[in-house]
């Protein structure tokens, strides 16, 4: 498949940005989102508000973001989504090499995730981005066992 080339940035989120980032959340848990909403919100809200969130733009329009926390101090990737029309162009890729840069600064040595074993699109993401399987999670987030991912960086 040919990638296509779009003109994007991505910065760090701010306060107005943050009703995107919710809405891309709900777009890439809808699931969980259904049975959580106050807490996404929440969450969200905070991690716009101490600066652990990145978003892509085009034309104004937010269409790819990623919130971080630190875990074990590990860089812990939350949560990863690029609109569908998007993907594909190297975005995903982008906002992780950023994420790197902030940790690399911040002293942090490695990068973890997680992601539902049914999720096959996240799984061969994280492992054509450098990402190991590490370990296993049962009953994670929507009662679905999830893979443990890791990265040095």
Known sequence: MKHKRITYKIRTATNTDTIA?????????????SKNERLGKKHIESCVKEKRCLIAITNSDVIGFLVWGNLWNKIHLQDLFVKEEYR?????????????????????????????????KSIDFHLKGGFK?????????????????????
Do not use: H
């Open 21 to 33: 980032c919710i809405n891309l959340s709900k777009m890439s848990w809808p699931t969980w989102w």
């Open 88 to 120: 594909k162009t190297w975005i995903g890729t982008k906002l992780i090499e950023q994420v790197i840069k902030i940790a690399k600064k911040g002293g942090f040595k490695e990068i973890i995730s997680d992601s539902d074993i049914s999720n096959k």
């Open 133 to 153: 399987k590490c370990g296993f999670i049962k009953n994670n987030w929507d009662n679905e066992d999830s893979y443990v991912f890791s990265r040095k960086i």
